[in-house]
């Protein structure tokens, strides 16, 4: 079980980092693509949780976002 813990996490690392490269992307529009990964990894999270999956399988999709985020946003101040 705990090998499709992390596989699910991963999935989720992969559709944080997509999804927020395509939501910072086409700022000031929205970007539904984006909005749809972003449900996506929200409810493997949730999945993720609700299987009492430990903490620090969610890890690694925090931190993913979190490096999109800094490269949606250093692509976004540098036009």
Do not use: C, K, Q
Request: glycine share 10%; aromatic share 6%.
């Amino acid at each position: 079980m705990t090998a499709l813990f992390w596989l699910m996490a991963l999935l989720a690392a992969a559709l944080a980092f997509g999804s927020v490269l395509l939501l910072t992307r086409d700022l000031p529009r929205v970007s539904v693509p984006g909005i749809v990964g972003e449900l996506l990894t929200f409810a493997l999270l949730g999945a993720l949780l609700m299987l009492h999956a430990p903490l620090a399988t969610l890890l690694p999709a925090l931190i993913a976002g979190l490096i999109g985020t800094g490269v949606g946003l250093y692509r976004l101040l540098n036009r």
